[in-house]
């Protein structure tokens, strides 16, 4: 270890900032010449200080890398090449670390713990061959990109099959981006610009109270229809805060799920009992709910939020926004072709009321808005509806007419907490 930090010492300019160390580069390959060279990831990063940057060049790497100290990991182009891509090892994707809200064991490709200003950019991480088996719904839960009490920036990333090798029906496991917080500590995390998908469970997710998340510009894409799990895109939950803005969410479709099953249906994004979270500007289509604001009498509220300015088309079976919360703020939003309602203020969780639902432009649906017969006090303003069966119902299932074949699996009572949140 002393010579490689010796040699990092000789070939690099140090500058003392601050008592902070800066301009430190090192780099993974063969790409650039003049830079101290390193053949894995892992290595590189230990040798590496604080403040660090780790540039890896495109080809493939074949290893799990855990950070936990400030630096940025950054992939480059070399000539007409430009995909620095980690891989599962030969001997598979292993457990590295444990969740701090389950105990449950977690297999990581890229694990930041304990740690602040991890940047990660223009990186590949596959899941492909993990070698993680459903063995029975394992509780190993495998995860492309993982910040655990730990804070900083992914951008302009591509994580891609998180999911179990073999039988996995109805294995709740496998995630894109992750970031939780426990024990105390907190996790501050900025993922843009991104590109997640064929995860089994769930695409970007931040959970736990002192999770800090903002979600923005990315595209999240599940299997579409699946028997693997009921899909979200995007999570906030179990007490989280943070913002979901301007993404793009598609194909999230629990296969076998009719309006009567309870608690396994798949979203396009999901707030589960997080308060104040934001959900702006987005499009979201070929899911189930679209987006949905649930609460949860034990885990607690998914209360005050504000749902503006979002594009959600072609919601199967459910609603296109779902609200079994209060005192949201629901404007602007344009919904066409929803199976069930366009807006379901859905009185199944507990209270619903104290919503106000106003601006909002309505195209296809069973029901433009459906008020839960057990709902309190909301306030329901100017909406436009072009074809809806019904424009404002009170009511706790939407039955179209028999005419209807695209709808005609809306038959049953509504009134069940359906959406199926990620809790590794």
């Keep these: 270890m002393s010579t490689i930090r010796a040699a990092i010492t000789s070939s690099v300019f140090l500058v003392a900032l601050g008592g902070h160390l800066m301009g430190v580069t090192v780099k993974v390959g063969t790409c650039r010449s003049g830079i101290v060279t390193f053949s894995t990831i892992q290595s590189a990063v230990n040798a590496s200080p604080a403040g660090a940057t780790v540039l890896v060049c495109p080809g493939t790497y074949p290893e799990q890398v855990v950070i936990n100290k400030a630096l940025t990991l950054r992939g480059v182009q070399s000539g007409t090449l430009g995909a620095a891509v980690i891989v599962a090892p030969p001997g598979g994707i292993v457990q590295n670390t444990t969740s701090l809200a389950t105990g449950n064991p977690i297999a990581a490709q890229i694990l930041v713990a304990g740690t602040t200003d991890v940047s990660i950019r223009n990186l590949t991480v596959d899941g492909s061959n993990n070698g993680i088996s459903s063995g029975g719904c394992t509780p190993l839960n495998l995860i492309g990109v993982f910040y655990q009490n730990a804070s900083g920036r992914v951008n302009r990333v591509a994580v891609v099959n998180q999911g179990l090798t073999g039988n996995s029906i109805g294995c709740q496991v496998g995630l894109g981006i992750f970031v939780q917080s426990g024990n105390g500590g907190n996790s501050t995390v900025v993922v843009s610009n991104s590109h997640v998908q064929n995860y089994q469970k769930n695409g970007i997710t931040g959970n736990e109270v002192g999770t800090a998340v903002t979600i923005s510009g ?132 507990g209270p619903v009321m104290n919503n106000v639902v106003s601006g909002n432009t309505v195209n296809d649906a069973c029901a433009g808005i459906m008020v839960g017969t057990a709902a309190g006090s ?32 809306t038959s049953s009572a509504a009134g069940i907490l359906r959406p199926s949140p990620a809790r590794p």
Excluded: Y
């Design 378 to 409: 909301n306030s329901i303003g100017s909406n436009a509806f072009f074809n809806a069966w019904q424009t404002v119902l009170t009511a706790d299932r939407c039955t179209p007419p028999l005419s209807s074949v695209r709808l005609a699996n």
């Design 218 to 349: 990315n595209t999240v894409a599940g299997q579409g229809p699946t028997n693997g799990a009921a899909e979200n895109s995007i999570q906030i939950g179990f007490g989280a805060t943070g913002k979901i803005i301007s993404n793009t969410a598609i194909d999230d479709i629990w296969a076998p799920d009719t309006i009567s099953d309870s608690a396994d249906a798949a979203s396009g994004i999901l707030v589960f009992a997080s308060s104040g979270v934001t959900v702006s500007g987005n499009t979201v289509g070929n899911t189930q709910f679209g987006i949905a604001f649930v609460s949860d009498p034990t885990l607690g509220p998914a209360d005050g939020g504000i749902v503006t300015g979002n594009k959600v088309s072609a919601t199967h079976v459910f609603d296109g926004i779902e609200l079994c919360s209060s005192s949201n703020t629901v404007h602007r939003n344009t919904i066409n072709g929803s199976a069930e309602s366009a807006i379901h203020l859905d009185s199944s969780c």
